[in-house]
């Protein structure tokens, strides 16, 4: 193999620019050419590609955002999208594909591998939603950010007293709700995969009001349903004076942590070592702090699942 190419797609997630990096450095470390595509799948098919140097990638691993821009294309689900897809790859002689991006992006992947052309998956989301992986990059940087949003709307809830509900993201998953949640010390978490809780949230609100405590955080993910909605049904409940905050994309900018950067520098260039090596169709990813791989087929398969030990413990440390 001689040339390969890098994009990002979907959802963007700081660490994506430390994982290009790591994926451009490496692979000119054993000599081979790598090309930048900008604008995700839908970039592919229109041909959006240039050829990346070791100083094409400087400056870049501390920023958030990715300097090959992202997109979700709708016709790349098609296989006409995917044939054109292939044709630009063909066209500038890459003979490999590694992207990074969530399951959207490890979808568009599979198609490829399927239709003969070799792609490797890089989980870059900041859901944390991706089986086959201990977490995904951006998923650390996120929290902080939410972290730090929750430290500062505690101010303030302590001061008029009041109870607050905080929306997060994560699409379909709960992890961003249940860590940062158990990290901010929320009074309740509610995620969308358990069940509704709402009336143990009112209770434990209205019992805690008994016993003298004057504001709450109330930490709901959006796949569950909005802040808006449930700030409102709590003040109805409860009578408790009670206000919002939906953190939206914040939560998806900022410079990428430590954590993030190094996670995404190992997943990078371990995505070039299997690629040189013959291996496609597969995604990277850590499990107890080792590199391993997966059939992406298998992984996209495989049902997230949440940490229930950790949503128990928040609930034991939140009585
Ligand atoms: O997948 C990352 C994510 O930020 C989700 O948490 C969120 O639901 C979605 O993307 C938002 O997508 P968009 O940026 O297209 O509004």
Request: aromatic letters at 4%; a negative charge.
């Amino acid at each position: 193999m001689k040339k390969i190419g890098v994009l990002t797609s979907g959802g963007d997630a700081p660490g994506m620019n430390a994982a290009i990096r790591a994926v451009v450095r490496k692979a000119i470390y054993h000599n081979l050419e790598v090309y930048g595509i900008k604008h995700g799948y839908q970039g592919l098919m229109e041909g959006s590609i240039e050829k990346l140097e070791l100083g094409s990638v400087g400056d870049i691993i501390q920023r958030g955002g990715t300097m090959l821009y992202s997109a979700r294309s709708e016709e790349f689900k098609t296989e006409e999208g995917q044939r054109k897809g292939i044709e630009q790859l063909k066209k500038h002689g890459i003979e490999g594909l590694i992207v990074i991006g969530g399951d959207g992006t490890f979808r568009g992947a599979k198609k490829l591998t399927e239709q003969g052309y070799p792609c490797i998956g890089v989980p870059g989301t900041i859901d944390n939603d991706i089986p086959g992986t201990d977490f995904t990059i951006g998923f650390d940087t996120a929290l902080n950010t939410i972290i730090d949003a929750i430290d500062k709307i505690r101010d303030t809830a302590t001061s008029h007293e009041r109870t607050y509900v905080i929306e997060v993201m994560g699409r379909d998953a709960g992890d961003l709700a249940l860590w940062s949640g158990l990290a901010d010390g929320a009074e309740s978490i509610i995620i969308p995969e358990m069940d509704d809780e709402f009336d143990e949230v009112i209770e434990r609100l209205k019992r805690g009001h008994e016993r003298g405590k004057k504001h709450s955080i109330i930490v709901v993910a959006e796949g569950v349903t909005s802040g808006h909605k449930l700030s409102r049904r709590v003040e109805e409940a409860t009578e408790l004076e009670t206000r919002v905050t939906v953190l939206g994309h914040t939560q998806r900018g900022g410079s990428p942590t430590a954590s993030d950067r190094v996670l995404a520098s190992r997943l990078g260039a371990y995505a070039v070592d299997l690629i040189m090596s013959g291996k496609a169709g597969i995604m990277v990813g850590i499990e107890n702090n080792q590199l391993v791989n997966h059939d992406i087929l298998e992984v996209l398969n495989r049902e997230h699942k949440v940490d229930l030990e950790m949503y128990q413990l928040s609930k034991e440390l939140s009585i």
